[in-house]
């Protein structure tokens, strides 16, 4: 069983950074697509960006492109995402999320395991 812990949100300005760390258990983590999904109250769970298992591929949401930036530390089994220019509507609770297809890695369902989530709220 692989357990997923999130860490690192809080409440920022607008403009502001955040870095939230997803630290993994178990012995498998390099061999895991990794992603985020954040959710807003209200709305459906979203695709925020994921990291191919060597940590060479990239996808990200539009809404986040060029903003944030997804990495791993496979020695740490750890992934991070670093979230600059921080705006009101990336206000949500993210979840870290392990083990996808990579060619479906921007879909939720195809992921086996889930964080607890960390609020982060962008204030304005």
């Known amino acids: 069983q692989v357990q997923l812990v999130e860490s690192g949100g809080g409440l920022v300005q607008a403009g502001g950074s955040l870095r939230l760390s997803c630290a993994t258990s178990?012995?498998?983590?390099?061999?895991?697509?990794m992603g985020w999904f954040r959710q807003a109250p209200g709305e459906e769970r979203e695709f925020v960006a994921a990291?191919?298992?060597?940590?060479?591929?990239?996808y990200y949401a539009d809404s986040v492109k060029g903003r944030f930036t997804i990495a791993r530390d496979n020695a740490k089994n750890t992934v991070y995402l670093q979230m600059d220019s921080l705006k009101p509507e990336d206000t949500a609770v993210y979840y870290c999320?392990?083990?996808?297809?990579?060619?479906?890695?921007?879909?939720?369902?195809?992921?086996?395991?889930w964080g607890q989530g960390t609020q982060v709220t962008v204030s304005s």
């Open positions: 990291l191919s298992r060597g940590g060479g591929s990239t």
């Open positions: 999320a392990a083990d996808a297809f990579w060619g479906r890695a921007t879909t939720m369902q195809e992921y086996a395991y």
């Open positions: 178990g012995r498998t983590f390099s061999s895991y697509t």
